[in-house]
C-alpha cells in the first residue's frame, strides 16, 4: 500500500526534501499534491536513512510544507508503440500536436543502462547525411555517436533540421528511423521545427520530442532519456535502425548595459560586473563573495554570485520596454517572470508579445549603511576632532606599535600633526586611525574640517541624516553644482521661487555646518539664489553623485535617507496634479529620472516614466515625468516622502483624498480568475452573490485581469459564504497580498546586437536575479541548477561531479548490440558557452563519444553553410564504414588529401597577411586559393542540398583536387589518380 507523506521539510529551487520511515527507491516516481489540490510529478533524485530528495518536473511554484508526498514504488516510464512514428510529443513524453493519446504497446524505463562492452556489435554501415563535410571527412558510421560542437548564434538547428530530413542508410532505406529531441527551445523554434517536419514529409518516419524553454528546467534532463527509450524500443523491438538527434539550448544572457543590483546596494551594469571579475568567458566567482539582489519564489533576496559569463551575442536580440519605463534587451530564449493563465512562469523572451505583464518586485531591499562625513570628504581635507580622542588613540598606537613614531611610520599618520597641542589630522589619516582603533568614537569628535587655505567649517554631526539628505535632494532638483580644481571654485547653488524653501534650506544647512557662510542674492535673470562657497560642501554633494547626476551612491543608503532626498527633490522639483490625481517628478535628465525611481522602488512605491515633447521658455525639449498614482502608493508616498513645502505639502493631501483606488500595476494575476471559478463552483456560488459590475465572467475565463482592491473585496464575499480553512481561499488571499507587482509590456521587437558580446551571472540558490526598476530574470543550467539545489561540492566551472557519468548514462545508450537487427545513432548537438571547447561538456563528451563535428564562427561570419571546420573535427569510425562496396574506393585517401591542402592552406592565410600573397611562392598562392575554393564549393551548400556521396560529393571534392598539379597529390595512390585526377564524371542527370 502506498503511503502519503506530509512530512516535506525544506524546498530549493526544483527539489523538494522530504522526511520519510519506509525505504523508498532511487528513481522511483512521485505524485506531489499542492494545498491547492494541484498535483505534480516529481523522481526520487537521492535518497538517506531519513530524507528524500524529490526532483519536481513542474516546477515548486505553490508548493509548501503542507504539500502531500506519495511515492509509486516505479521508475519514470514512457509508453511506446509503432504508432508513435509521425507524431509530436512534449519534453515529457505527451502528446503536443492535437492527435489521440497513444495507445501503449508496452511502458518502458527511461533510466536505461549502457550497453554492455561485451555485447556490442561492430559498426560498419555509412549513414549519408547530404553534408559533404561530414559524409566525406568525417563520415557517420550506424551505431556511432558523434557530438556537433557549436556556439551561441550559429545554426547547429539548421543542421539538426537537415540531418534529420536527409539521413538515409545506402541501399537500406527500409526501416530507418529519426528520432529528434529539442531540449530548452522557444514557441517559435518549435513552431518551425514542426512546419519543417510536416512540409518535407520527414514527420512520417520520425518522432519528435520537444521540451520548450519555459518547461521547468528538471524536465530538461528526462527529454533525452525519453527520446532514447523510445530509440531502444524501435531498434531492439522493432528491428529498426535509428537516428537519435539530440538538440541543446542557446546561452541565456543579456546586453551588457542592462543594470542589475548587489547585496549591498550598489547598482552596476552587468558588462561592468562581469569584466570586473574576469577576462575569460565562464568563471567561478565564489572566492569573491559578491552578492546580488535575486527572487526565491515569494520574496526578493540576496545571495551569492557563482560565476558570471560573457559569450559572444546571438544573431538577434529582444528588445523590450514595459509600462513602468523598464527597458531591456537580452537573448531571445533568456527567461522573464511572466504573469500567464497558469500563473506566473518564467517565459523566454523570444515568446513574449504587447501586452503580457512581467513581474517587478513590490520593493527592492538591500542591505543598507549611512555613510560618515569622512567617508564624503577628500582625503587632503583637514579634520579637528577632540583632544581627549586624541590621547586615547595615541595610547592605543603606542600599546600596539611600540613607540609613537614607529605608530605614525607604519600607518601613515604626520607625527608632528598627532603630537602638535591643536587634534586635527588630514581624512587620510583619520581613516587610517580609525581602521586601528575602531573602538574609539573618532567619528563623532569631530568637530570642523576644513582645507588647505581656507577657514574652519564646524560640524555638528558625524553621519549624514536627514537633514543633510533633504538639502542634497533640494540642490539635486533646482540648484547646480560647479567645481573646478584647476580655479579652486566649489560652488554649490540652491535657486527657488518660494522664499518659504530657501529658508528651510538655510535653517537646515546651518544645523549641520552652523557657521557655513550663505550668500542670498538675485540673478541678472531675477532668479533667488542660495549660494555656498566651501569646498567640503562641494565634497559632500559630489560624493552622493550631484555632479555627474548619478545617485547610485543614494540607492544603498536606510530608507528614512532616501526618503529624506526624495523629499528634498520633490520640494524643489516636483508637482501635484490635482484634477489628474497624480504626484509627479519631471526632468530633462532621462538618467537622473531613472533613478528617481529606483529609489522610489526602495521604498515600494511603483511609478511609470512617460516621456513628452515641451516648449518652454528656453526651447523645445524632451521632457522625461515620473507618474505616481492609485490610492496604495500616493499613501505610501505621503507617509513615507512627504513635503516639507506649505504648498505642496496642502496639494499632496488633496491628490491622497481623491487618488484612484487602484492604479496601472495592481492588479493580481490572471490564475485568480480560475481560482475563483473553481471556489464558486465547489460551493455552488453565483458570480453576483461575489460582484455585481458583471465582468467577473471575463475574469474567470482569462480575458481581463482583476484589481487587488477588487480581489479584496470578494474575498470579503467568499469568507461568508465558504469554509475558513479552504485552501482555494488561502490561494487566492496569498495572491491579494503576494510581493511583486505586474508590470505590461508596451513594446516589443527583434534587434541585431549592439555588442559583440552577451553576459549573465548564476546564482546556485534561485537561478534568478533583478535587473532594471525589479524586473526577475533567469539563468541557471539545468545541471548546474539541480546541483546547486542538492548543495553538491560543485566540481568544474560549478557543474556537479556526477555530470560525467550522467552524460555517460545518454551516450553509451547508442550502438549495435549483437543478436540484434536494430541500431541506435546519436548526433548530440552541445552549446559551447563562449566558444570553448575545453567547457566540462564538450570537454566530457569528447571522452566518451567518437569524435565531434565541430562548426566555426569564422566561417559563419564568411555567409558559408554549414559552418563545419573539418580541420577539428574528426569521427573515429570513419574507416569502417566507407571504402569499396560502401562508398567508394577512393574515399579515404581523398580525404586526407583535401585534408592535407585545405591545413596547409590555412596555415598560410597567416603568413599572407604579413608579407603579402604577392610575397609568397607558387606552390603556396596555389594552395592559399585552394583553401578558399574549399571553403566556398566544397564546405558551402544550400540548406535544402542534399548531396550524395558518390555522384556530389567526390565528384566536387575531385573537382577541386584538379586545380592541384598531380605530383602534390602525394596521398593518393597512382592507380586512383589514374582514374580519377581531371577524368571526373558529370554527375548523374537521372
Not at 747 to 766: A, H, M, N, Q, R
Request: hydrophobic share 40%; charged share 25%; with cysteine.
Amino acid at each position: 500500500m502506498e503511503k502519503e507523506y506530509k512530512t516535506v521539510s525544506r524546498i530549493a529551487g526544483p527539489l523538494v526534501f522530504v522526511r520519510k520511515t519506509d525505504p523508498v527507491g532511487y528513481n522511483d516516481l512521485v505524485r506531489i499534491a499542492t494545498p491547492s489540490g494541484e498535483l505534480k510529478t516529481g523522481q526520487v533524485l537521492d535518497t538517506s536513512d531519513d530524507i528524500v530528495v524529490v526532483q519536481v518536473f513542474e516546477g515548486t511554484s505553490g508548493l509548501d510544507r503542507d504539500a502531500r508526498v506519495r511515492f509509486l514504488g516505479e521508475n519514470i516510464r514512457l509508453p511506446v508503440s509503432p504508432d508513435m512514428l509521425g507524431r509530436i510529443l512534449s519534453g515529457a513524453g505527451k502528446p503536443i500536436d492535437n492527435g489521440p493519446e497513444i495507445i501503449p504497446e508496452d511502458k518502458l524505463d527511461i533510466t536505461g543502462a549502457a550497453i554492455n562492452p561485451v555485447a556490442r556489435a561492430g559498426p560498419e554501415d555509412f549513414i549519408q547525411t547530404g553534408i559533404s563535410t561530414i559524409d566525406l571527412m568525417n563520415t557517420l558510421v550506424r551505431g556511432q555517436k558523434l557530438p556537433v560542437f557549436s556556439g551561441s548564434g550559429l545554426p547547429h538547428n539548421d543542421i539538426a533540421l537537415q540531418i534529420a530530413r536527409q539521413a538515409r542508410v545506402l541501399g537500406k532505406e527500409a526501416g530507418f528511423v529519426v528520432i529528434f529531441a529539442a531540449m530548452g527551445i522557444t514557441n517559435e523554434e518549435a513552431q518551425r521545427f514542426i512546419t519543417d517536419f510536416e512540409n518535407t514529409g520527414a514527420l512520417k518516419r520520425s518522432l519528435v520530442f520537444l521540451n520548450l524553454a519555459d518547461d521547468p528546467a528538471v524536465e530538461r534532463l528526462i527529454t533525452p532519456r525519453m527520446a532514447l527509450t523510445a530509440a531502444e524500443y524501435f531498434a531492439y523491438e522493432k528491428d529498426m535502425h535509428v537516428l537519435v538527434i539530440l538538440t541543446d539550448m542557446t546561452n541565456y544572457c543579456v546586453a551588457g548595459e542592462t543594470e542589475m543590483f548587489l547585496g549591498d546596494g550598489r547598482i552596476t551594469t552587468i558588462k561592468e560586473f562581469v569584466e570586473s571579475q574576469t577576462r575569460g568567458s565562464d568563471v567561478d566567482i565564489r572566492d569573491k563573495e559578491e552578492k546580488a539582489l535575486t527572487w526565491d519564489g515569494n520574496n526578493d533576496a540576496i545571495k551569492q554570485i557563482a560565476r558570471v559569463q560573457k559569450l559572444p551575442a546571438s544573431m538577434q536580440m529582444i528588445e523590450l520596454s514595459t509600462r513602468s519605463g523598464n527597458k531591456l534587451t537580452l537573448t531571445p530564449n533568456h527567461r522573464i517572470l511572466t504573469d500567464t493563465i497558469l500563473g506566473l512562469r518564467m517565459a523566454p523572451a523570444g515568446q513574449l508579445k504587447k501586452g503580457d505583464r512581467v513581474a517587478i518586485t513590490s520593493k527592492i531591499n538591500v542591505n543598507t549603511a549611512i555613510p560618515s562625513i569622512i567617508d564624503a570628504l577628500n582625503e587632503n581635507t583637514i579634520v579637528f576632532f577632540d583632544k581627549l580622542v586624541r590621547e586615547t588613540s595615541k595610547q592605543k598606537l603606542k600599546k600596539l606599535y611600540g613607540s609613537l613614531k614607529e605608530a605614525c611610520k607604519e600607518s601613515g599618520i604626520n607625527y608632528s600633526r598627532l603630537t602638535d597641542s591643536e587634534s586635527f589630522l588630514n581624512v587620510k589619516e583619520i581613516r587610517a586611525l580609525i581602521k586601528i582603533c575602531p573602538e574609539l568614537p573618532i567619528e563623532k569628535a569631530i568637530s570642523a574640517i576644513s582645507h588647505v587655505g581656507g577657514n574652519r567649517l564646524k560640524i555638528a554631526t558625524a553621519y549624514a541624516n536627514d537633514d543633510l539628505l533633504y538639502l542634497l535632494g533640494l540642490v539635486a532638483s533646482d540648484g547646480s553644482l560647479i567645481r573646478n580644481e584647476n580655479s579652486h571654485i566649489y560652488r554649490v547653488d540652491f535657486s527657488n521661487t518660494s522664499s518659504d524653501l530657501r529658508k528651510i534650506y538655510k535653517k537646515k544647512i546651518t544645523t549641520i555646518f552652523p557657521n557655513i557662510q550663505i550668500t542670498d542674492f538675485k540673478s541678472q535673470d531675477g532668479v533667488s539664489i542660495c549660494r555656498i562657497n566651501n569646498k567640503a560642501y562641494c565634497d559632500i554633494a559630489t560624493f552622493f553623485g550631484l555632479k555627474d547626476k548619478e545617485f547610485k551612491k543614494l540607492f544603498s543608503l536606510p530608507e528614512n535617507l532616501i526618503s529624506a532626498f526624495l523629499r528634498g527633490y520633490f520640494d524643489g522639483d516636483g508637482s501635484c496634479i490635482v484634477n489628474r490625481r497624480v504626484i509627479q517628478y519631471t526632468s530633462v535628465n532621462e538618467k537622473v529620472i531613472k533613478r528617481l525611481q529606483q529609489l522610489l522602488r526602495r521604498l515600494g512605491i511603483a511609478s511609470i516614466i512617460v516621456d513628452r515633447h515641451s516648449t518652454g521658455t528656453y526651447g523645445e525639449s524632451n521632457v522625461f515625468d515620473i507618474i505616481i498614482r492609485g490610492k496604495r502608493y500616493v499613501n505610501l508616498f505621503v507617509e513615507k516622502v512627504g513635503a516639507s513645502h506649505p504648498h505642496k505639502r496642502h496639494k499632496l493631501e488633496k491628490v491622497k483624498d481623491n487618488a484612484l483606488e487602484s492604479a496601472e500595476f495592481e492588479y493580481a494575476p490572471r490564475v485568480c480568475g480560475t481560482l475563483i471559478r473553481a471556489l464558486r463552483h465547489k460551493y455552488g456560488i453565483k458570480q453576483t452573490q461575489i460582484s455585481s459590475n458583471g465582468q467577473l465572467s471575463e475574469v474567470e475565463r482569462g480575458f481581463k485581469r482583476i484589481s487587488k482592491v477588487q480581489l479584496v473585496k470578494c474575498m470579503e464575499k467568499f469568507s461568508q459564504l465558504v469554509a475558513e480553512n479552504d485552501e482555494i481561499l488561502k490561494e487566492l488571499k496569498k495572491h491579494a497580498n503576494d510581493e511583486f507587482i505586474l508590470d505590461e509590456i508596451t513594446d516589443i521587437k527583434v534587434t541585431e546586437p549592439k555588442d559583440l558580446f552577451v553576459f549573465d551571472v548564476t546564482i546556485p540558490e534561485t537561478g534568478k536575479f533583478l535587473v532594471g526598476n525589479g524586473l526577475i530574470i533567469s539563468n541557471c543550467e539545468s545541471l548546474r541548477e539541480i546541483g546547486a539545489a542538492r548543495e553538491e561540492i560543485p566540481g568544474r566551472r560549478g557543474y556537479p561531479g556526477y555530470m560525467y557519468t550522467d552524460l555517460a548514462s545518454l551516450y553509451e545508450r547508442a550502438g549495435i548490440v549483437k543478436g540484434k537487427k536494430g541500431s541506435v545513432t546519436q548526433i548530440p548537438i552541445l552549446t559551447m558557452i563562449g566558444d570553448d571547447i575545453t567547457h566540462p561538456i564538450p570537454d566530457l563528451t569528447g571522452y566518451i563519444t567518437e569524435g565531434q563535428i565541430v562548426l566555426s564562427r569564422e566561417l559563419h561570419r564568411k555567409n558559408i553553410y554549414p559552418p563545419i571546420d573539418v580541420l577539428p573535427s574528426l569521427s573515429r569510425l570513419m574507416n569502417l564504414g566507407i571504402g569499396q562496396g560502401k562508398t567508394r574506393e577512393d574515399h579515404k585517401q581523398v580525404s586526407d588529401q583535401l585534408y592535407a591542402a585545405y591545413a596547409e592552406g590555412r596555415d598560410l592565410r597567416g603568413l599572407a597577411a604579413i608579407v603579402g600573397e604577392e610575397s609568397l611562392a607558387e606552390r603556396d598562392r596555389r594552395l592559399l586559393k585552394f583553401a578558399a575554393s574549399f571553403e566556398d564549393v566544397f564546405v558551402r551548400q544550400a540548406r535544402n542540398e542534399n548531396r550524395s556521396v558518390q555522384e556530389d560529393t567526390l565528384r566536387v571534392a575531385w573537382a577541386l583536387l584538379g586545380a592541384l598539379p598531380e605530383a602534390e597529390l602525394v596521398r593518393i595512390s597512382p592507380e586512383l589518380r589514374k582514374k580519377y585526377y581531371k577524368n571526373v564524371p558529370e554527375r548523374n542527370s537521372k
